[in-house]
């Protein structure tokens, strides 16, 4: 997770972004990551894979993904 912070960080910094902004995306992110890790394998599971994609619409709004390669069984 700290890969992920450190270019989250970077990346809405250079976007513009502001405090407020940084903070919010920050809490729904870690959230987000955190439940993809805790819960798209079970805990025996050698590994897994969990990409987070963001892109800046027109708009100024952050539009980000998170997945993983987990199942729902």
């Known amino acids: 997770m700290p890969a992920t912070r450190v ?3 970077r990346w809405l910094r250079e976007h513009g972004a502001g405090r407020r ?3 919010a995306l920050a ?18 599971a050698a590994e897994g894979t969990v990409t987070v994609t963001a892109e800046l619409g ?15 069984a």
């Open 27 to 44: 809490h729904a992110l870690g959230e987000l990551v955190t439940n993809a890790v805790e819960h798209s394998h079970p805990a025996d």
């Open 58 to 72: 027109p708009d100024g709004c952050a539009r980000v993904r998170v997945a993983d390669d987990g199942s729902l």
């Open 21 to 23: 902004d940084l903070n």
């Open 7 to 9: 270019a989250r960080t």
